[in-house]
């Protein structure tokens, strides 16, 4: 089974640290979203990229937050610094865009952030 | 803007009972698709089904059933003689694109708790 494979698990930093999630796509997939889950807000789109290229990222904080896609098999998450209230849940997912009738977006198991 | 409201934060009934978990959406489109994700306590987001605007049909799946109806903009899911193994976060899901490829507008989901 093909999956989007989120690195790492879990994250334990202190406020005012870097902190970097990785993201490997479903090879093929031309499509990569960032997500972030908190108890207050729910699942918020952070950003997303099509063939590598960012089309938005007006959901990311911008001052601390980035997201990049070195390459099509590598999306990455930064915060810097890091604040108490980053601490969520990062989901990545993956997908075919810009077509219809597509399987669904594959979403990774998450990286649980936990800023002290 | 899209929108999608699971009114129900929390849901709690005793195994093989039957439970409907509510899901009303909004959008401007006329093409659209409507998705449900469970999220275990394991915190993997998990697909369910995928239904475009333009099929109306319910749709079964074992004790999983799924009813549509665009006159009042709700995507409703029932689980039949439910299970402890069915305790999880249900999230409703809106999007333009049918693999999601665009982003998905999330509900803020819905607790169910299988009591044994």
């Known amino acids: 089974d093909a999956r989007v494979t989120q690195t790492p698990r879990h994250k334990v930093t202190e406020m005012g640290q870097e902190v970097t999630m990785r993201c490997q796509p479903i090879?093929?997939?031309?499509?990569v979203f960032w997500y972030r889950q908190t108890m207050m807000q729910g699942l918020e789109l952070l950003a997303y990229f099509r063939n590598r290229a960012p089309l938005d990222d007006s959901g990311m904080p911008k001052d601390r937050f980035s997201a990049e896609m070195p390459d099509a098999t590598l999306a990455t998450l930064k915060i810097q610094p890091s604040e108490p209230r980053d601490s969520a849940v990062y989901f990545c997912?993956?997908?075919?865009?810009?077509?219809?009738?597509?399987?669904?977006?594959?979403f990774g198991n998450g990286t649980r952030l936990t800023v002290t | 803007a899209q929108k999608v409201t699971q009114a129900q934060t929390e849901i709690s009934v005793v195994e093989k009972e039957d439970v409907t978990l509510d899901c009303v959406y909004e959008t401007r489109d006329t093409t659209y698709y409507l998705f449900w994700y469970k999220q275990p306590p394991s915190g993997e987001l998990v697909f369910l089904i995928r239904r475009n605007s333009f099929d109306e049909q319910n749709e079964i799946s074992g004790r999983y059933s799924w009813n549509f109806q665009k006159s009042t903009s709700s995507f409703n899911f029932t689980i039949t003689a439910s299970q402890v193994v069915d305790s999880a976060v249900y999230f409703c899901?809106?999007?333009?694109?049918?693999?999601?490829?665009?982003?998905?507008?999330f509900g803020k989901g819905t607790h169910l708790i299988i009591q044994p």
């Open positions: 899901a809106l999007t333009t694109t049918g693999g999601g490829a665009d982003g998905l507008t």
């Open positions: 997912a993956s997908g075919l865009g810009g077509q219809l009738s597509l399987p669904p977006l594959h």
């Open positions: 090879l093929g997939h031309n499509t």
